[in-house]
């Protein structure tokens, strides 16, 4: 009997010292975790952002409009001007209306001298709508977008996949660099003077 007893005590024992060892190890690891130290967040990497000013056409299609936007600044000339001509194709924020297709996709730019080459895929000229007024909106929202925001271009060269085109739907010359045209821009009207 006391055999017996000795080793249901044993047993009890061990199961004790087993239980002990599995809820001490529970409460050190929440102790470890309950005082861990950790170290306070890296901050968030501050992106550099620029304001620049896009040349949209207004609701009527008559002229161009100004929309400032501000974008992250890039490493290079040629990617931010790439980055700002992006832009366009995304297309107006507020009230105005786009003038590039926004399947169209800028490929890149790259500058030579005071004269930017873009370079568009084929859906600029694909999805460009028909006729005139779409083509001399497109045309000069590119140029004078990018002639306001870079002060060193003088003109811009059109390419599509790479290859410079001489037009885009038959009514504009673009064989040329295209200089930049700010009196397509809306111009507010001057307020009427009161009278007395």
Same mark, same amino acid.
């Given at each position: 009997?006391?055999?017996?007893?000795?080793?249901?005590?044993?047993?009890?024992?061990?199961?004790?010292?087993?239980?002990?060892?599995?809820?001490?190890?529970?409460?050190?690891?929440?102790?470890?975790?309950?005082?861990?130290?950790?170290?306070?967040?890296? $901050?968030?990497?501050? @992106?550099?952002?620029?304001?620049?000013?896009?040349?949209?056409?207004?609701?009527?299609?008559?002229?161009?409009?100004?929309?400032?936007?501000?974008?992250? @600044?890039?490493?290079?000339?040629?990617?931010?001007?790439?980055?700002?001509?992006?832009? !366009?194709?995304?297309?107006?924020?507020?009230?105005?209306?786009?003038?590039?297709?926004?399947?169209?996709?800028? !490929?890149?730019?790259?500058?030579?001298?005071?004269?930017?080459?873009?370079?568009?895929?084929?859906? !600029?000229?694909?999805? !460009?709508?028909?006729?005139?007024?779409?083509?001399?909106?497109?045309?000069?929202?590119?140029?004078?977008?990018?002639?306001?925001?870079? $002060?060193?271009?003088?003109?811009?060269?059109?390419?599509?996949?790479?290859?410079?085109?001489?037009?885009?739907?038959?009514?504009?010359?673009?064989?040329?660099?295209?200089?930049?045209?700010?009196?397509?821009?809306?111009?507010?009207?001057?307020?009427?003077?009161?009278?007395?």
């Amino acid at each position: 009997m006391k055999r017996r007893s000795n080793r249901a005590k044993g047993v009890l024992l061990i199961a004790f010292l087993v239980f002990a060892v599995v809820v001490g190890g529970m409460v050190f690891r929440k102790y470890q975790t309950a005082t861990k130290v950790t170290p306070p967040a890296a $901050p968030a990497e501050q @992106v550099d952002t620029r304001v620049v000013t896009l040349f949209f056409s207004s609701q009527d299609g008559s002229s161009l409009a100004r929309e400032g936007r501000e974008i992250a @600044v890039e490493d290079t000339t040629d990617d931010m001007i790439a980055s700002v001509v992006d832009e !366009l194709v995304v297309g107006p924020l507020g009230d105005l209306a786009p003038t590039l297709p926004h399947n169209a996709r800028v !490929l890149g730019a790259q500058l030579k001298g005071d004269v930017v080459q873009v370079n568009f895929s084929k859906a !600029l000229v694909e999805s !460009l709508p028909e006729g005139s007024s779409a083509e001399m909106s497109a045309v000069y929202s590119v140029v004078d977008t990018v002639v306001a925001n870079f $002060p060193q271009v003088k003109a811009v060269q059109f390419l599509v996949d790479g290859v410079p085109v001489k037009e885009l739907k038959g009514h504009l010359d673009l064989s040329a660099p295209i200089p930049a045209d700010f009196t397509l821009e809306k111009k507010e009207a001057p307020a009427a003077p009161e009278k007395q």
